[in-house]
């Protein structure tokens, strides 16, 4: 049976996948938001990753993919360090000190960094309508930030955390782009996770005198955060970055902002003002643009000749 490989369905999954990603990673925001009250920033960091490596490593026996190539590994180590381990951390520390909807505005610069970075080291250049919809996202971003910060919920020490994990982000993206070329997505998220565990192995300690104070419901959330947020929502947005560039990807996540306030909102009873809300709307405006492709247009007939006569 023949795969069919045209340009609309390969688009169609690889946004269906983007879509996946958005909504999962925004749900990590309150996840850690809530979770991070039980567990320090490091420990929470390396239980996500073991629980996340777990579900990978056995849906690759289990799809029997093996080690990925070595031309692989430079950007699977690149981003298993960077924007598994480092990010992860920075991010759980920045989260403690402030809520989640402004840790997703802060860490949502990471998209202009990435196509900024993609443009530039993957020679991907820098599309008009990626760089307008950053933009107009980025506009969105700054607007959800300056009217939470209006209302006293802002740390500047958790805005910095925030700011280190957007640059972790951005450069763990642009670390994973080429290992994609030669491994799987399954293949390069999983053994990305397994390297961002490791790195986070001095907080093992940690992790093991939190387990047995922490409520059910902290332990509930960190094991929500390694199997859908980690293993499944990394893997969808692996699959994606496989199937577009960079910056383009990148610009899909400023999504997660708007979808983090609400469920902030509805979980965390962290009350958005319109301000708010009128930010969250540019950065789905954005990524709408950013997203939309140029119509090409169409060919023209071929002129007509009278009977007996020829082109000239």
């Given amino acids: 049976m023949v795969t069919s490989t045209r340009p609309d369905v390969v688009d169609r999954r690889s946004l269906a996948a983007a879509t996946v990603t958005v909504l999962l990673w925004a749900s990590a925001f309150v ?86 970075l993609g443009g530039w080291l993957l020679r991907e250049g820098f599309p008009r309508r990626v760089l307008a919809g950053v933009a107009v996202s980025f ?43 030669h491994a799987s997505a399954l293949q390069v998220t999983t053994f990305g996770c397994a390297i961002g565990a490791v790195a986070c192995l001095p907080f093992s300690g940690q992790l093991v005198t939190e387990l047995g104070t922490a409520s059910w419901q902290a332990t509930g959330n960190l094991i929500y955060l390694g199997v859908f947020p980690t293993a499944l929502a990394f893997t969808t947005w692996a699959y994606a970055l496989a199937r577009t560039s960079a910056g383009r990807m990148g610009a899909t996540t400023y999504a997660v902002p708007a979808v983090v306030v609400l469920m902030s909102w509805l979980a965390l009873a962290e009350v958005p003002g319109w301000l708010t809300f009128a930010g969250g709307v540019l950065c789905l405006a954005g990524v709408a643009v950013s997203r939309s492709r140029r119509r090409s247009p169409e060919p023209e007939p071929p002129p007509r000749h009278p009977a007996g006569s020829r082109p000239s």
């Fill in 139 to 181: 506009a969105g971003a700054v607007v959800v930030g300056l009217s939470m910060a209006d209302e006293g919920r802002a740390s500047i020490v958790g805005v910095l955390l925030c700011l280190l994990a957007a640059v972790t982000y951005a450069a763990g993206v642009v670390s994973q782009k080429p290992a994609l070329r």
């Fill in 31 to 116: 996840s850690i938001r809530s979770a991070g009250q039980e567990y320090s920033p490091g420990a929470l960091a390396l239980g996500r990753l073991l629980t996340g490596t777990v579900a990978l490593g056995a849906i690759l026996l289990l799809r029997r993919e093996g080690l990925p190539p070595r031309a692989a590994w430079p950007g699977i180590l690149g981003a298993g360090v960077l924007w598994f381990g480092v990010y992860m951390v920075a991010l759980n520390a920045g989260e403690q000190q402030v809520d989640a909807g402004t840790a997703a505005m802060v860490v949502n610069i990471g998209p202009i960094l990435i196509a900024l």
